[in-house]
């Protein structure tokens, strides 16, 4: 019998979300199975502190003097740290999350000359401007370092086909290389929190249709053409309303964009909330208005919920959701008039609610950490012939 693996994952110190949870839920299924897991985050966690399974072990680099920075920062400062982990500890295997920590882990291996294989999962699209399909996409500084790490990767986990396009692309994978996992979150758990009550009086008197967008308030989320379809959409129906659950920078810009369309009693921004699958059960519809995505999860969760949807044609993961328009209305990015029209539709003939949520059932959680479960330990098997 194999002796069991030693499996490091590497996350960021944000609070948890629903791929967060379907690590945790990974790492009991791997501790289940009589592996070890180190969960490795960049300076003091709160949230992981809280959420860290029973008999997994929680690393905090550079605890203290670390904790003044942005997520993003203590990756970089924490990569010499990282280094250290790999060869004192020599894990079998490396998992890193997103972007941010894909780039910290390759980058803290090449420091520390390990063998030590790392896997990468890829959440997101990055920009390319030689193809059409991806130079729209935010250019941000990191993806430079993209083309001279992910090379070295033992392989990559891609949350949608177009994602593993895309990072075929960039990162010159091979296509062997790379396997798509869907965010398969739908379980028991996301069900019982939809019944909980919703504290917003919108959603519980509900005497004028509710619409509701659901992700951080930053520039790929493209609220801007959310709320001046929202003024279009309330010229043509009259008391139309929107929700967004989320916070970040581009608060202040969307409070002032608010203002200036006249929609200071028809547009609430109550930030962040723990529980938004009870408010997907009692909105009228989810818009998701992205210029770019990987697999949003915020779609899948709202067709649990069995709430009606409308998305952009976004790159990518939209389309794969919802079978190109079988189970929600795509429109072009970016494009008012269209996404108007798509809401107006669907609020005059929303898909059943229960149709919704048989589609979401293909996106159960079981499925997901065995799949995880699956390519870790092949990475880390392969790791030791190396």
């Not at 519809?285 to 949807?309: N, W």
């Amino acid at each position: 019998m194999a002796r069991p693996a030693h499996i490091a994952m590497l996350m960021g110190a944000l609070p948890l979300g629903s791929r967060e949870r379907m690590m945790v839920s990974v790492a009991q299924a791997l501790m289940a199975a009589g592996h070890r897991v180190d969960l490795l985050v960049p300076g003091s966690s709160p949230h992981w502190r809280d959420a860290v399974p029973e008999g997994a072990r929680l690393i905090e680099l550079g605890r203290g003097w670390v904790d003044r920075l942005r997520n993003k920062q203590r990756l970089v400062v924490c990569v010499p740290l990282l280094a250290l982990y790999l060869r004192r500890e020599q894990p079998d295997v490396l998992f890193t999350m997103s972007i941010p920590p894909n780039l910290a882990g390759l980058a803290a291996k090449r420091l520390s000359g390990s063998r030590v294989p790392v896997l990468i999962r890829q959440s997101n699209v990055v920009h390319l401007a030689s193809s059409e399909a991806y130079r729209s996409v935010r250019f941000r500084r990191r993806d430079r370092m993209i083309p001279w790490l992910y090379p070295s990767a033992a392989g990559a986990i891609a949350v949608s086909h177009g994602v593993a396009d895309n990072l075929q692309q960039v990162a010159s994978l091979p296509a062997e290389r790379i396997r798509v996992i869907y965010n398969q979150i739908v379980g028991p758990e996301l069900h019982q929190r939809a019944a909980e009550p919703v504290e917003c009086a919108w959603l519980t008197t509900h005497e004028t249709p509710v619409l509701l967008a659901v992700g951080r308030l930053v520039t790929k989320k493209d609220y801007p053409t959310l709320l001046r379809a929202l003024a279009e959409l309330r010229q043509r129906c009259g008391d139309v309303r929107l929700i967004i659950l989320g916070e970040g920078e581009q608060r202040e810009a969307l409070e002032t964009l608010r203002t200036e369309l006249g929609l200071e009693q028809a547009v609430a921004l109550p930030g962040r909330v723990e529980n938004p699958f009870a408010w997907m059960a009692r909105a009228d519809m989810l818009v998701l208005s992205s210029i770019s995505e990987g697999m949003p999860s915020v779609l899948i969760e709202a067709l649990a919920c069995g709430c009606p949807v409308v998305a952009t044609d976004c790159p990518a993961g939209p389309a794969e959701i919802l079978e190109h328009g079988r189970y929600g209305r795509l429109v072009p990015v970016g494009d008012i008039q269209a996404l108007t029209d798509a809401i107006e539709s669907t609020l005059s003939e929303p898909i059943d609610r229960s149709r919704l949520a048989q589609r979401a059932d293909d996106f159960s959680v079981g499925g997901a950490i065995s799949h995880y479960q699956q390519a870790l330990l092949e990475a880390a098997a392969g790791g030791r012939q190396d």
